[in-house]
């Protein structure tokens, strides 16, 4: 799979990476403890307002992260998954100085792991030609 096609593929992991996260976390609402139908939507909300967001990040800031890493010939497993988790954080850096409590923390965690399973998908997608060949021998 070509470079593009796995950069545009990526991002599409968020909604699923984030209501597992947020599952595992015992984020309320996502824990299930309202019943099915509050999870089911809260699931599609999130794909809603997720997706648009995570395509924004992935061309305007992933893009030029990978561009940089592709330019200094250093693209490998650490530096994607670790650049993702890195470009996924930026906003929480950002708020870091003026936050306090535990939500804080919550959220940091939330959007690390969504990285990093963007970065992981990301890395999957770009090799998954070698994957392929290598399991069909």
Same mark, same amino acid.
């Given at each position: 799979? +070509?470079?593009?096609?796995?950069? $545009?593929? $990526?991002?599409?992991? +968020?909604?699923? $990476?984030?209501?597992? !996260? $947020? ?5 309320? /609402? ?7 139908? &509050? ?13 648009? *967001? ?16 592709? =330019? =200094?010939?250093? *693209?490998?497993?650490?530096?994607? +998954?670790? /650049?993702?988790?890195?470009?996924? &954080?930026?906003?929480? %850096? %950002?708020?870091?100085? *003026?936050?306090?409590? &535990? &939500? ?14 963007? /970065?992981?998908? !990301?890395?999957? %997608? ?7 060949? =290598?399991?069909?021998?």
């Amino acid at each position: 799979m +070509t470079e593009n096609k796995a950069l $545009a593929l $990526a991002p599409l992991i +968020t909604p699923f $990476a984030f209501t597992f !996260c $947020a599952y595992i976390l015992d984020v309320p /609402g996502f824990n299930m403890d309202n019943g099915l139908l &509050d999870f089911i939507g809260l699931f599609f909300g999130l794909t809603l307002a997720a997706i648009p *967001v995570a395509y924004i990040y992935m061309f305007f800031i992933g893009g030029k992260f990978w561009g940089m890493l592709k =330019r =200094r010939k250093i *693209v490998n497993f650490f530096t994607i +998954t670790l /650049g993702s988790i890195f470009v996924a &954080d930026i906003p929480m %850096l %950002l708020i870091w100085p *003026v936050t306090q409590g &535990d &939500d804080f923390y919550l959220t940091l965690k939330l959007f690390s792991f969504v990285g990093l399973m963007v /970065g992981l998908n !990301c890395w999957f %997608l770009i090799n998954l030609d070698k994957f392929k060949a =290598r399991f069909k021998k």
